[in-house]
């Protein structure tokens, strides 16, 4: 596709539930971004791979949270048992260099806004 | 660990004025600055990235320049039109030197523009 997609674009789940976000990059692109964005705030680091490889996960909050990128392209962030403070909008980005590249502009999607009950 | 801050948290000025976003972080060591653009409801859109290497940017309205000594960086638009109405954020992209090595972007909690008509 032309940009980064993420699906559902909303989600509401009950405390305790499992969820299941997807992200699907550019095409092409090598790296891959997950972050956490909530209300008022600007967006923070959770997770990054470049092709298939979890290189970078120290951003999770906890280990509730699982990135996988199985085949290096789609992605999808599992959240275990949602409480309610991981109510949040989570944003995927894609950029087509791996790590250290120069100009490794990143791509982001619409964002998924998960909100636990 | 990095932080970064963006002055105002926000904005409001008529259409036709110049006007001067500020960003500061506190590790100088980068590789890159990216200025974005959110509109309600939205995800990311990259409006200029800057090498650390590099002094400016310019894409039509739009001027950032980086001071990285000082770290510093400021989003100059020119001619302000209603249609800039947005949260204006900057991320900082850590050095591939300063260990970690992931491209995870660091961002600061936006400047809410509003440029009324």
């Known amino acids: 596709g032309a940009g980064v997609s993420q699906s559902p674009r909303y989600k509401v789940a009950k405390r305790g539930q499992d969820v299941a976000l997807r992200c699907d990059p550019i095409s092409g692109h090598v790296s891959l971004f997950w972050y956490q964005q909530a209300l008022g705030q600007g967006p923070e680091f959770l997770t990054y791979f470049q092709n298939e490889a979890q290189l970078d996960k120290s951003g999770l909050p906890s280990d509730r949270f699982f990135a996988e990128r199985p085949e290096g392209s789609v992605s999808t962030l599992k959240i275990q048992r949602t409480q309610q403070e991981d109510s949040a909008v989570y944003l995927c980005?894609?950029?087509?260099?791996?790590?250290?590249?120069?100009?490794?502009?990143?791509?982001f999607g619409p964002g998924t806004r998960l909100t636990v009950l | 660990k990095q932080e970064v801050t963006q002055i105002p948290a926000a904005l409001s000025v008529p259409e036709g004025e110049n006007l001067v976003l500020n960003c500061s972080f506190t590790?100088?060591?980068?590789?890159?600055l990216q200025w974005f653009r959110q509109d309600p409801g939205k995800g990311l859109t990259s409006l200029l990235l800057i090498q650390s290497s590099q002094r400016e940017q310019t894409s039509g309205r739009l001027n950032a320049s980086l001071d990285k000594s000082s770290g510093r960086s400021t989003l100059y638009i020119a001619a302000s039109q209603p249609g800039d109405s947005a949260t204006y954020l900057c991320?900082?992209?850590?050095?591939?030197?300063?260990?970690?090595?992931?491209?995870?972007?660091?961002f600061g909690k936006g400047t809410h523009l509003i440029i009324q008509p």
């Open positions: 590790d100088s060591a980068i590789y890159n």
């Open positions: 991320a900082v992209r850590r050095s591939m030197y300063s260990g970690g090595g992931a491209d995870g972007l660091t």
């Open positions: 980005a894609s950029s087509r260099r791996g790590s250290g590249g120069p100009n490794n502009e990143q791509f």
